[in-house]
Structure formats: structure tokens, C-alpha cells
């Protein structure tokens, strides 16, 4: 729903920038784009009325539609950034019964050499006794 509510609001905010830079000055004798048989096309009143009439109308939907936007987008279930998501994708996770896992290496390995056991001052930084 929010979709097409977004495309309608970017048609409707295209309409209005084209109507407004349709309408004619207020120095302006016409519009450069009617040419002098405005009046023929849009009645005795001319494009201005026309215009402008128009411009009031796609302005009070576009507002409309904002209202409605802004609405969906406050009272939507949905998460509303992508960490939300990730904490609720870890929620999940977490609610799910754990598989056991099985180990990925044994902690000993019979076909490798352990190492051989230090002697007991192996591990002092002085020196053994000089022998005399």
C-alpha cells in the first residue's frame, strides 16, 4: 500500500512543479506555452483560471497523501532500521532449540608427537650452576 502511495506522491509533486511553471507571470500577457488561443482551449477565462484551479487540486492531494504517508509509516508493524531486524533475527535464534554441536578437531591427536616434558628449572631465566 505504502508503495503505490509513494509512486502517486512523486506523479502528483511532478504534476505541480509542471502547472507551476506553466502559469504565467503576473507581467506576463500570456502563457509562453498556449500562445494566444488560450482562450479557445480552456474557455473565455483563459489558462490562468484553468491553472491555477488545477494546481489548487493536485496541491490539496499531494498534502493529502502526505498525511496518509506519514500515517502508514508511523503505525507500521515492520521493523524500522536494520539493527531492529538483526535483534529480532537474533531473538529468533535464540528461541530455537540449539542442535548440539559436534566438535570441529580432537584435542588429542594420536599420530602427532606430544611434546616431552621440560625439566623442572627449565622454565628460570638464570642460568644453572657452574660445575666446579
Known amino acids: 500500500m505504502s508503495i503505490i502511495l509513494l509512486v502517486v506522491h512523486v506523479i502528483l509533486a ?11 507571470g503576473k507581467g506576463a500577457s500570456e502563457g509562453a506555452s498556449f500562445g494566444g488561443g488560450a482562450t479557445s482551449v480552456f474557455g473565455a477565462s483563459g489558462s490562468s483560471n484553468f491553472l491555477s484551479k488545477s494546481t489548487a487540486i493536485l ?6 497523501n502526505s498525511l496518509a504517508l506519514a500515517y502508514l509509516a508511523a503505525n507500521r508493524d515492520a521493523p524500522i532500521s536494520v539493527i531492529d531486524s538483526i535483534e529480532q533475527l537474533q531473538q529468533k535464534k535464540n528461541n530455537e532449540a540449539p542442535a548440539p554441536e559436534a566438535p570441529l578437531f580432537n584435542a588429542v591427536d594420536e599420530n602427532v608427537p606430544q611434546p616431552a616434558e621440560l625439566p623442572a628449572d627449565a622454565g628460570s631465566d638464570t ?4 660445575a666446579k
Request: aromatic share 10%; net charge positive; proline share 14%.
Open 59 to 64: 496541491a490539496t492531494l499531494f498534502f493529502i
Open 14 to 24: 511532478l504534476a505541480i512543479i509542471t502547472l507551476v511553471l506553466l502559469q504565467k
Open 127 to 130: 642460568p644453572p650452576p657452574a
